[in-house]
């Protein structure tokens, strides 16, 4: 509830049609706020989010019957997706042209946003943009393979990676992701956003030496609310396949670290972001 | 009533009847090709919309497809209404349903009556094209294309082997001279006519039916039989990407497409509000009255071309994970390495620092730390000092590092203690000047206070990692600039390689180096060496120590002179 107002205003502003949520169980009024929307529908599950293979049941389930035959964007609501141009052409203008140059699907890598002082602290307000508390990243980190059995792009690095898995960067959690896709009901995501069949729908990468069109997602994880949020994700751990692994990831989480270094980088637009080669207009011009 | 345009729809009828009224309400007759593929009922409401609009007129429709004859035909059903139903016509105007007048369409009349004999129509012949996507460009006239490029690559592409293949070759028709061209031109009455109305045209016509894409070569290789003068350019600004695609415009392009001077322009996005409502609107202030010249923006659009063709160099990112080979440049820019002089001279870093400038990092790949300029813990881009993010991923590392910090220059130093993944890397990549002095370790080790069996299990382990990395140095696809001597080798003339080294880095100075670092001693290594030598360790890369003494004397020398 603390990030939902502000992402339903920001990708509306994108030219989101309809969107829709699932709501997994909140007790914070969010499903109240949800049902006064005039463009959101929302489902509710008081299942775990484990059992449904980290929300990838209910994806497939949704994408398949109402996704069909459209564009569709998915995203877990701490994410904002940003691209090349996105502050004057809207997702219309960017999926006409994917349609055009026969792409079906485009990644975008999740960028880590955290704040000057101790993660915790400060306040967000859910109605104003979260980056102006959050404005700062890693601007080059990030380490990749190509994974050879879905062909799909594995990237890791960013502030987690330094912060909380610099002596076992291999458990470092996974940032490639493709959230646009035109879907058709035959097509699937495997392991949450990060990769879906059929496995040509991961080729959202330039291989020939190329860019392609390629967009970032603010993660928006570390808001002030991320200490309670971290306690809370422990105790139920729901958020990892092999849980007890993590428990020094949540333990540092917890303890309030600052993420912020010297070489941080401070937010300041797509175009920041082109320059840095984060994303990538992919000859979009 | 001298220009009639002949508009191309398919799609977006809402924009072709926006700019179809424009150009009726300024004089020009539009006569409509709309795609037979449109269902009837929406060809019909569209139809009806021009109701009481005597110069927008419809033509007989056929079936489109892209790349094919279809759209030729097209294009002729409407010209040939067009010239018949307005004689006044003297300039024909091919547009489509997403192009968009950039100039009032006055202007544009100006600009062909003080052209009145010319076709616009770019016409180049095969052996000049550059642009062509399939690289076909002579055989579009002398094979034949039956199968759907589109729909059926496959079976297009092996029809063009066996063709070639076999030799299958057509005839070209006399009095035709292959030329390609944009689809879009303006072409004169007595020109379009003779190319309608020639004698031979279904001998012409059943040809060009056969060729590959003949909307780029049908009136682009007639024009050239009859015209009396042609300029070679379209009227329609139009750029292609890499893919052969068009380019689309948006409201955001508005200054440049003013900026362009052209008078008309594809293809617009449909929903593009601002561009339709400014370029419609005759009443705005025209301040412009140059001549076409879309050059001026295409500098914009070859730089998008190279992004997504060629992409940056050096760049490893979501966007741009090239293949093995692909690379077009492992790193960004160009850093150097250098090994061994550490251990020959003593405080060598901060010297090469005031040097060089830039940053001069420690070891960057020593197994237990990163050793960044400074003793950073993290450098530009966050890149940290995790030895173990780094060994995750040690070429990333190093490309990384390059890339956020591009602009200045960049050395490290590597040596046979260092975490040997990254060597191979180094000797590929164009980028590296990688100077060498092979077998400095023993420097250290012979003044080194261990027990001498440690000693010599050390030297072992450094000579057999510095003997694999002078393998990889040696073999093929090797692409660094290296400059490698042995220890031996390289104390005989410390001064003159090490010039050498920084003048090749830095560009010649005019200063001689005068404050060289000082050496360590190494008197006691022949003697070191033999005693190696009779444990059992053959010492293979520090070089000919044979006759040592006077040439460290030498060196010595030579050292004194130049401090002073």
Redesign the interface.
């Known amino acids: 509830m603390d990030r939902l107002p502000y992402f339903v205003q920001h990708h509306r502003a994108l030219g989101i049609d309809h969107f829709l949520i699932v709501d997994n169980d909140s007790d914070d009024g969010t499903a109240k706020w949800l049902a006064d929307q005039p463009d959101v529908s929302t489902w509710t599950t008081p299942h775990g989010y484990k059992a449904s293979r980290f929300g990838v049941d209910w994806l497939t389930v949704l994408l398949a019957r109402y996704g069909h035959g459209h564009w569709c964007l998915t995203l877990d609501a701490d994410e904002l997706f940003v691209y090349a141009?996105h502050d004057?052409?809207n997702l219309?203008?960017l999926t006409?042209?994917l349609d055009?140059?026969?792409r079906p699907t485009m990644?975008?890598?999740m960028l880590d946003m955290y704040p000057r002082g101790a993660l915790g602290s400060g306040a967000s307000d859910p109605e104003k943009d979260p980056i102006a508390g959050i404005p700062y990243f890693?601007?080059?980190?990030?380490?990749?393979?190509?994974q050879p059995k879905l062909q799909n792009?594995w990237?890791q690095g960013g502030?987690r990676?330094?912060a909380f898995?610099?002596?076992?960067?291999?458990r470092a959690p996974t940032l490639?992701k493709v959230p646009l896709v035109r879907w058709n009901r035959r097509y699937a995501y495997v392991s949450s956003t990060h990769s879906l069949l059929p496995r040509y729908l991961n080729h959202?990468?330039?291989?020939?030496?190329?860019?392609?069109?390629?967009g970032i997602l603010l993660h928006t994880k570390f808001l002030p609310t991320i200490l309670s949020k971290s306690v809370e994700e422990m105790s139920r751990r729901q958020h990892f396949e092999n849980s007890n692994l993590y428990d020094e990831y949540y333990d540092a989480l917890a303890s309030g670290p600052v993420l912020w270094?010297?070489?941080?980088?401070r937010y300041h637009g797509w175009q920041q972001l082109e320059g840095?080669?984060?994303?990538?207009?992919?000859?979009?011009? | 009533m001298t220009l009639g345009f002949v508009l191309l729809v398919h799609t977006a009828f809402d924009r072709a009847e926006q700019v179809a009224r424009y150009f009726a309400a300024n004089d020009c007759p539009v006569i409509i090709h709309v795609d037979g593929k449109v269902k009837p009922r929406t060809f019909k409401d569209f139809r009806d919309r021009f109701q009481g609009e005597p110069l927008v007129r419809f033509s007989r429709r056929t079936r489109v497809e892209w790349g094919t004859w279809s759209l030729v035909r097209a294009t002729q059903f409407a010209a040939e209404r067009l010239l018949d139903n307005f004689p006044d016509v003297r300039h024909v105007f091919l547009a489509s349903g997403s192009c968009l007048p950039l100039r009032p369409v006055a202007q544009l009349k100006d600009y062909l009556a003080t052209h009145p004999e010319t076709d616009f129509i770019e016409s180049v012949t095969t052996h000049q094209v550059t642009w062509t996507v399939d690289g076909l460009e002579t055989e579009r006239f002398t094979l034949r294309f039956p199968f759907s490029w589109r729909k059926n690559r496959r079976a297009f592409d092996t029809y063009v082997r066996l063709q070639r293949r076999f030799g299958l070759r057509r005839r070209i028709p006399d009095g035709i001279s292959p030329h390609l061209g944009s689809q879009w031109w303006c072409l004169t009455r007595r020109t379009l006519e003779s190319i309608l109305n020639a004698p031979d045209r279904p001998a012409v016509d059943s040809y060009f039916s056969k060729v590959w894409i003949p909307d780029e070569s049908y009136f682009q290789s007639l024009s050239r039989r009859y015209s009396a003068d042609i300029e070679s350019h379209s009227l329609t600004l139009s750029k292609f990407?890499?893919?052969g695609?068009?380019?689309?415009f948006?409201?955001?392009h508005q200054p440049l497409l003013e900026r362009s001077d052209c008078f008309v322009a594809r293809k617009i996005?449909p929903?593009a509000e601002r561009l339709y409502s400014t370029f419609l609107d005759d009443e705005r202030p025209i301040k412009r009255h140059a001549d076409p010249n879309p050059g001026k923006i295409d500098r914009?659009?070859s730089?998008?071309?190279e992004?997504?063709?060629?992409?940056?160099p050096g760049?490893?990112?979501?966007?741009?994970?090239?293949?093995p080979g692909?690379?077009?440049g492992l790193s960004c820019a160009r850093y150097n390495v250098f090994s061994g002089f550490e251990q020959v001279f003593h405080q060598f870093e901060p010297w090469l620092a005031r040097r060089l400038g830039g940053r001069v990092h420690g070891h960057l790949y020593h197994p237990d730390q990163v050793e960044f300029a400074g003793g950073e813990?993290?450098?530009?881009?966050?890149?940290?000092d995790?030895p173990?993010?780094r060994d995750?991923?040690p070429e990333?590392?190093l490309t990384?590092l390059l890339?956020?910090t591009r602009g200045e220059r960049q050395s490290f130093f590597y040596g046979p203690g260092d975490t040997p993944q990254i060597g191979s890397f180094l000797a590929r990549d164009p980028n590296a000047t990688l100077a060498i002095i092979s077998g400095a370790w023993v420097v250290p080790l012979h003044t080194s206070n261990m027990d001498f069996d440690e000693i010599k299990a050390e030297a072992a382990r450094l000579q057999r990692a510095e003997i694999m990395f002078l393998r990889t140095l040696r073999a093929t696809g090797v692409a660094a600039r290296v400059h490698l001597w042995t220890l031996a080798e390289f104390v005989e003339q410390p001064i003159e390689k090490l010039q050498n080294i920084l003048d090749e880095i830095t560009g010649p100075g005019p200063r001689r180096l005068t404050d060289l670092p000082q050496m360590r001693d190494i008197s006691g290594l022949p003697d070191f060496l033999l005693q190696l030598r009779n444990g059992g360790i053959k010492p293979q890369v520090v070089g000919d120590f044979g006759s040592m003494p006077t040439r460290i004397n030498r060196a010595a020398q030579e050292r004194s002179q130049n401090v002073r």
């Not at chain 1, 959202?204 to 390629?214: K, L, N, S």
């Not at chain 2, 760049?315 to 293949?323: E, T």
């Open positions: 141009h004057r052409r219309r203008a006409d042209w055009v140059t026969g990644g975008a890598m890693d601007a080059g980190n990030y380490v990749m393979i190509r792009l990237v502030p990676a330094r898995f610099r002596a076992d960067p291999r490639s959202v990468y330039g291989r020939h030496g190329g860019e392609a069109p390629t270094t010297e070489a941080s980088t840095l080669g984060l994303l990538s207009r992919g000859g979009w011009d | 990407d890499v893919q695609k068009p380019h689309v948006y409201d955001d996005w929903h914009v659009f730089k998008a071309n992004r997504r063709g060629r992409g940056r760049l490893y990112s979501q966007a741009r994970f090239p293949a692909f690379e077009n813990t993290v450098m530009n881009g966050c890149l940290s995790s173990a993010l995750y991923r990333q590392f990384n890339w956020s």
